[in-house]
């Protein structure tokens, strides 16, 4: 057996390389990232239907590890699990992706179109669609609905970039930080408008 190891020593290695290859590619796309494709329309103008994306994992994966919530920064672009309204996962259930507006401590108002953030660094409030970086300055002039919402630990508070067309925390509420998978990182396609995000 020694003497058949010996001379096999290098068939034996690429095979199993080629058994372990599936399993860390597995776990890979658990706990470090996955690709994402964009279905819809509710982050237009910055994300397009069919859009590819590479989804990063590992700050989840590592706020898992050391039982601390996952809070992306503020106009972050996250994939979460959408549950139904009871909280239950079932088979019409799919990953959403939207912008992160609220963190924990922030207070949302939406009332006449206008999307404003209050906390204490902004005891005024801020209009997060005006203020915020220039990739989000495309959304839309008018956000419907009326909102006042103080957003808890291990919670955020997300919308589309087309809010007209989104499905999103003026519809379900604050998301628990349980159910982001990641965040956004990348567009890998097309190929002509790939970009970090």
């Known amino acids: 057996m020694r003497n058949f190891i010996k001379e096999h020593k290098d068939l034996l290695s690429t095979i199993l390389i080629l058994a372990s290859a599936p399993l860390l590619a597995w776990l890979l796309t658990l706990f470090v990232f996955q690709s994402y494709v964009v279905d819809g329309s509710s982050m237009q103008t910055t994300l397009k239907d069919k859009d590819r994306l590479i989804v990063?994992?590992?700050?989840?994966?590592?706020?898992?590890?050391t039982s601390n919530d996952y809070i992306p920064n503020r106009y972050d672009i996250v994939v979460f699990d959408h549950r139904d309204r009871y909280g239950m996962r079932t088979v019409e259930d799919k990953q959403l992706i939207k912008r992160v507006i609220g963190v924990?401590?922030?207070?949302?108002?939406?009332?006449?179109?206008?999307?404003?953030v209050y906390n204490k660094d902004h005891p005024d409030g801020f209009n997060v669609d005006r203020e915020g970086p220039e990739r989000n300055a495309s959304t839309v002039n008018l956000t419907e609905g009326h909102i006042d919402q103080t957003i808890n630990a291990g919670e955020i508070f997300v919308l589309g970039d087309n809010r007209s067309n989104s499905l999103d925390s003026r519809v379900f509420g604050t998301l628990p930080s349980g159910d982001i998978v990641g965040k956004a990182n990348f567009r890998i396609y097309p190929f002509d408008k790939s970009q970090r995000l």
């Open 56 to 65: 990063t994992k590992y700050k989840k994966t590592l706020s898992k590890i």
């Open 104 to 116: 924990p401590g922030d207070r949302v108002v939406i009332a006449d179109g206008i999307v404003k």
